[in-house]
Structure formats: C-alpha cells, structure tokens
C-alpha cells in the first residue's frame, strides 16, 4: 500500500498569512493526488484534485504543486473560514489512501 | 442538487450487523464509481470500500475485507455498506462519497471523491 505522510500534523497561523502543507508518497503517484478540508462535525470537501487543478467554487487563495512523490498545498491569505483541517489522498491506486492530516490552527 | 445522505447508523454490540444505506440524488448515480470512507473519533480518514458503477468491480480495504460487503441498487439511486462481524475498532463515522474519474479499458482512473454525504455514526460496544 502507498502511505502519505503530511507535515506538518498543526500548525497555527494569522489571517492573511500564507500556508504551506506539505504531503509525501512513499512510492510515486505521477499527479494522483487530491486535497480535502474538512471543519468540525463536517464531511470532507475536494479542493484541489489532479495535483495542482482547483475543484469549481474553491477560492483561487488554495493552489496545489508537485508531482512524483512530493506535493503541497498552498492558501495564499489565510481567511477565517480557512481554519480547518486538510488531508491529501492519493488517487493512484487502491487501496486509496490518506494523510494523517494537517491541522490548520489560528495563532 | 447533488446530494448524498447515509442512514442506518447505531449503536451495535461487538460480532453484531449493522446495514448502512446512501441515498443519492441530483445527479445518474449509475454513472459513477461510489466509495465508503469512515473516521473513528478525533481520528483521520480512511477509505473502507468502492464499487464499479454496474457492480461489476468492487474493492475494500484490509480491515474490513471478508467482513464488509458493498453493494448497489441503480434503479434505486442507492449505495449500501453490509457490516458483519463488527468490532470496536468499527466505531466511526461512516461517509459515502462519489467517486469522479473516468474508465479507460479496464481500469478506473478517479481524481477524487467530489460529493459526500453528511455521514452516519456507527458505535460498536457492549
């Protein structure tokens, strides 16, 4: 099985910070990667899929990069509806699986 | 608009059976791959099963292999998870979600899980 390791697992930050989470494959995925948030009590919402392709409705602030083994996801200025927690998925093969999550916390 | 929405969720003693069910609306839910994820609690994701869109291909993860059971009905608009021999460890919330890719050959290629439902609770304790 491919696992995901996201760092970091928190991080605290301000409104209009920028926020990098990094996410990692232990084996290649070419582009096979999607990242989620989800806030308390909610499901999971897609955000980026495809690596780097921003899923309609997402704000443009969210972007996403890499390929390979080694991916990121980027909010350019943080907004208080961004606090939250992100996971990635690799899409490349089953079983699918996910990061253990990236908890995005206000400083 | 597109909707997914579980039910069937409880409270279940451990070796019991739980059937949960998604029912799926605002969109052909014949033509997507269909997914169940769970989320133990304070804990991440996990993906537990998927299903072909005609049934033909189903897969499921190690935990729950020879215990889970996915199914679907078209004509229904409908997605069922059939939980047998269940475990503590079972305990979760329980989400389906639409599987968005496209079929090339013989093989599924999805970039992500684009629509779930609001998730149903399952506590396996005595």
């Known amino acids: 099985d491919i696992q995901m390791t996201q760092s970091p697992s928190s991080v605290s930050a301000s409104v209009g910070d920028r926020v990098t989470i990094t996410c990692r494959a232990s084996q290649g995925i070419s582009s096979w990667l999607a990242w989620y948030q989800q806030k308390p009590g909610k499901a999971p919402k897609l955000l980026i899929y495809a690596a780097s392709s921003l899923q309609s409705g997402v704000p443009s602030r969210f972007s996403g990069s890499g390929s390979g083994t080694d991916f990121t996801l980027t909010i350019s200025s943080l907004q208080p509806e961004d606090f939250a927690t992100y996971y990635c998925?690799?899409?490349?093969?089953?079983?699918?699986?996910f990061g253990q999550g990236t908890r995005l916390e206000i400083k | 608009q597109v909707q997914l929405v579980e039910s069937g969720g409880g409270l279940v003693k451990p070796g019991g059976s739980l059937r949960l069910s998604c029912a799926a609306s605002g969109f052909t839910f014949s033509d997507y791959y269909m997914s169940w994820i769970r989320q133990a609690p304070g804990k991440g994701l996990e993906w537990v099963s998927y299903?072909?869109?005609?049934?033909?291909?189903?897969n499921y993860a190690d935990s729950v292999k020879g215990r889970f059971t996915i199914s679907r009905d078209n004509a229904k608009n409908s997605l069922y998870l059939q939980m047998n021999s269940l475990r503590a460890e079972d305990t979760a919330v329980y989400y389906c979600?639409?599987?968005?890719?496209?079929?090339?050959?013989?093989?599924?290629?999805?970039?992500?899980?684009?629509?779930w439902g609001q998730g149903t609770t399952v506590t396996v304790s005595s």
């Open positions: 979600a639409r599987l968005w890719g496209y079929s090339y050959g013989s093989t599924y290629y999805y970039y992500g899980m684009d629509v």
């Open positions: 299903i072909s869109s005609s049934s033909s291909y189903t």
């Open positions: 998925q690799q899409a490349n093969s089953f079983p699918s699986t």
